[in-house]
């Protein structure tokens, strides 16, 4: 069992930059795929970006890819999302969520979110 807690969140203007933490539980954290996902009100869950197991693989969806950075420290148990050049359309709630296998094809565990809202 993981549990992940979700960190970092807050209002800032358009332009600015925030890193969000997600702390991990339990020993096996470093075997598990980690990502970042987000939900606007009245829209779907999107992933954000994601990171294998080792940090030598990333995902970024395309209107991240620039202004987004995932990285992980497994001797902390924390996956980072730093997010640079922000925009209002950013603003959700943004999750964690980590993969048992290692990748980011199934995920296993979820945090409860942290928002982010961003001024414009």
């Known amino acids: 069992q993981v549990q992940l807690v979700e960190s970092g969140g807050g209002l800032v203007q358009a332009g600015g930059s925030l890193r969000l933490s997600c702390a991990a539980s339990?020993?096996?954290?470093?075997?598990?795929?980690m990502a970042w996902f987000r939900q606007a009100l009245g829209k779907e869950r999107e992933l954000v970006a994601a990171?294998?197991?080792?940090?030598?693989?990333?995902y970024y969806a395309d209107s991240m890819k620039g202004r987004f950075t995932i990285s992980r420290v497994n001797a902390k148990n924390t996956v980072f999302l730093q997010m640079n050049s922000l925009k209002p359309e950013d603003t959700a709630v943004y999750y964690c969520?980590?993969?048992?296998?290692?990748?980011?094809?199934?995920?296993?565990?979820w945090g409860q979110g942290t928002q982010v809202t961003v001024s414009s």
């Open positions: 969520a980590a993969d048992s296998r290692g990748a980011w094809g199934n995920f296993d565990y």
């Open positions: 990171i294998n197991w080792s940090g030598g693989s990333t």
């Open positions: 339990g020993r096996t954290f470093s075997r598990y795929g």
